[in-house]
């Protein structure tokens, strides 16, 4: 309680600072005393921490940790392939379950307060008459806004309730594609597929990364990206301690390349779709609009309205990031705002099949004409004929001579005529010759000795003969 109360007058200070600080003491020194406490208290990294303090306000910070403590009311929804809400309803309250409609927003969902009967294991669940399923993971699917005999792609469906939405929503119509990288989770997505009707639908098993090679010309495509999961903590408390930097820039990664792979896997040509919605289960800017922002620099999309009318709005500057104008049509979602779990929607409409090429800086060339690369001036030295007797030069000869080809080309202007440089030539080697007249001349080497009985050679002049010493 003592850390309780010193974060509640450290927060109320930091809000008025210049009238109730103590003096002696920076506001440096107070916003890491309450860092200190805040992740002492919540049980949270001083990483994970730190984050929240850059992405809340002070007057919303603690109402978030606070929210992360509690569990989100549980809902349903409604399968009405099946049935109906209120039959449903009525249905689940003669069995003593106490719940209301979820909100004005959503026409299938119900919030249950308390049950006296298991409410995953009722007749009418088994029937497959409703789905478990979190509020804000309807919120991209109402987002998407799947039309009857469209191709849709879920490019990570696991556990399935977004995908049999989508398929209630197009009333088993049209194909659908569940995809998912991992094995194991399909066999949750099938189970509730059979038990909820489900079918227009097809189960694949494929890295979402590579899927535009697999398959596309898709009228929509939903990405609920692999993420940090930090706006579920109140499901899984371990990632308060369990997430650091490289983690989180881990997943931004392959959201960015799972986000790219489902903007290729659209056809921007479809005369019903063409939409792309991106969705995560964190609250962190690096997972999100980060993400979003690099999709709509590399690819020819761009951002259109959600259609969710709640929800606070997708931020355009975050510290020292700026980001594209457009993201204030992305919605967040906050457990202490809207009592769901902390969630993330965009919704991309993409515009051209084609993809955008990297600009490329172009090197000036000094002279016009000459190749400005080494692939480029290669043919040219491989053209030139050699003369007759000499072999072909390998890799390395025509690099020299390529650059002795270069060189010449880049000096022809400055060149004297051919004449003069012959001249010249010829007055260098006459200096050289009679220095060389003026040098030492090195002794002529002896001759060798002759074999035994052989002829003898002839003395040298102006030298005495040495005569052979007799031995005693």
Known sequence: MLI?????????????????????????????????????????????????????????????????????????RTNTLKTRRRDLAQALINRGVNLDPLGKWSKTGLVVYDSSVPIGATPEYLAGHYMLQGASSLLPVMALAPQENERILDMCCAPGGKTSYIAQLMKNTGEILANDSNAERLHSVVGNLHRLGVTNTVVSHCDGRQ????????????????????????????????KDEKDILRC??????????????????????????YCTCSVMVEENEWVVDYALKKRNVRLVPTGLDFGKEGFVRFKERRFHPSLKSARRFYPHTHNMDGFFVAKLKKFSNTIPKAPQDKEPTEEPGLPSTKEESAPVAAAVPLPAGKKPKGPKGVKEQTAKQAFSASTAANTPPQRELKANKRKKWALAAQRSSFQKRPRPSKAARPSPGGPRAQPAPGKKRRMPRSRP
């Open 211 to 242: 899927f535009p090679k697999v398959l596309g010309g898709f009228d929509r495509v939903l990405l609920d990206a692999p993420c940090s999961g930090t706006g579920v903590i109140s499901k899984d408390p371990s990632v308060k301690t369990n």
């Open 4 to 76: 309780h109360q010193r974060i509640k007058d450290n927060i109320e200070v930091l809000q008025n600072f210049s009238t109730k600080r103590e003096v002696g003491h920076s506001r440096q020194e107070y916003l890491m005393l309450l860092r200190q406490d805040l992740a002492s208290y919540y049980s949270y990294s001083d990483f994970l921490i730190g984050k929240m303090m850059e992405l809340f306000p002070l007057s919303e910070l603690v109402d978030f940790l606070e929210s992360n403590e509690v569990s989100r009311p549980v809902t349903l």
């Open 252 to 277: 931004a990664h392959l959201q960015k390349e799972l986000i790219l792979s489902a903007i290729d896997s659209v056809n921007a040509a479809s005369e019903t779709g063409g939409y792309i919605v």
